[in-house]
């Protein structure tokens, strides 16, 4: 996408991550964009060539702005990836008062979009803000949910696209991909470990997913087609989407995971109500808070309407969880 000035310059923060990279490398690819890619550690940057002409490194914490003030007033685009959590005070300043400074220092007259990112699990069905995110959250729920409010009131929230992921997938399990590994993919070894006690439980829940190729697809689709007035009904000025697949239920992934493995399930199982989840989480390694209880008693993490890259036009790289497994690496039996 060029502009009658010249090229986009598309600010990407939290450009070291998971789905940072995969939409600094789909935007690298797919356009002539200027990227300022702004990461704490350029060693973690290994989707993209660091020295390529097209890119600028900006090195540092998003709490500390001043040093990038050219190269964010110059952004035509800002693709906010960048987050925090386990430090209440440090999630705090990143993803409230640094998004707050962030947004002020921003050309008006120059910026054209602003996608901002969030998490589905601060929503509910109709993708309104949950009221158990400020009560129950963890420091980062809470956070997301106090930073969504604000946009919401801000003078530039014609401008800004809140796109909420859901359970994200992404890298591999095995080394060699050069996408870093999410949290979730890394966590199917150990899905795959208790497996052996999955396929005897029972559990009535849902969720939708998403691969991070296909929520960079779908950014990169936004940030290099004109900004327009936000066309989803019942929302703001702001715009919100929540990008993930249809929802499958627990019982299907687990039922997929098995046949995957090559594991036989059996057609019955132990149906899991709330005692037997009380009695598993004192047996188990498991620790619960209060959102995880919240979750659990939730159950149901499904949104309507959900935006996979086919929304917009696009065709996923991961529409299915055999998809995921594939590009995950995840072997089909055998140690993992």
């Known amino acids: 996408m060029s502009g009658a000035s010249g090229p986009a310059r598309i600010l990407i923060t939290g450009a070291s991550g998971c789905v940072g990279q995969a939409i600094a490398e789909q935007l690298l690819t797919n356009s002539d964009a200027e990227l300022l890619l702004w990461l704490r550690d350029p060693a973690k940057l290994t989707a993209v060539p660091r020295q390529h002409p097209r890119i600028t490194l900006l090195v540092g914490d998003l709490r500390d702005q001043e040093p990038h003030a050219a190269a964010i007033a110059s952004a035509t685009r800002v693709i906010h990836t960048a987050t925090a959590w386990g430090d209440p005070e440090r999630a705090q300043q990143v993803n409230v008062v640094a998004v707050k400074e962030l947004l002020g220092r921003l050309d008006p007259g120059r910026l054209e979009q602003i996608i901002y990112f969030s998490t589905a699990s601060i929503l509910d069905r109709s993708l309104r ?32 696209v809140a796109v909420f992921p859901t359970l994200v997938f992404g890298g591999s399990v095995a080394p060699g991909d050069p996408l870093p590994t999410s949290y979730l993919t890394a966590g199917l070894k150990e899905a795959v470990r208790w497996l052996w006690l999955a396929k005897w439980l029972r559990a009535e829940a849902s969720f939708h997913f998403i691969h991070a190729v296909d929520i960079a697809r779908v950014c990169a689709h936004l940030a290099l087609n004109p900004h327009q007035a936000n066309p989803e009904p019942d929302q703001g000025p702001l715009r919100r989407l929540v990008l993930g697949q249809p929802a499958v239920t627990v019982d299907d992934t687990v039922s997929r995971l098995c046949r995957w493995r090559r594991s036989w399930r059996p057609p019955l199982g132990l149906s899991l109500n709330g005692w037997w989840i009380e009695a598993l989480i004192r047996v188990l390694p498991i620790e619960v808070n209060a959102w995880d209880r919240f979750s659990i008693r939730q159950r149901h993490f499904i949104h309507d309407p959900v935006s996979p890259p086919e929304r917009f036009g696009l065709v996923s790289h991961a529409p299915s969880l055999e998809a995921v497994f594939e590009l995950a690496g995840l072997p089909h039996r055998g140690a993992v």
Request: net charge negative; with cysteine; proline share 6%.
């Open 129 to 160: 803000l949950l009221p158990e995110a400020a009560a129950y959250g963890t420091e980062y729920i809470q956070t997301k949910a106090l930073c969504l409010e604000q946009l919401e009131r801000h003078p530039l929230a014609e401008r800004i």
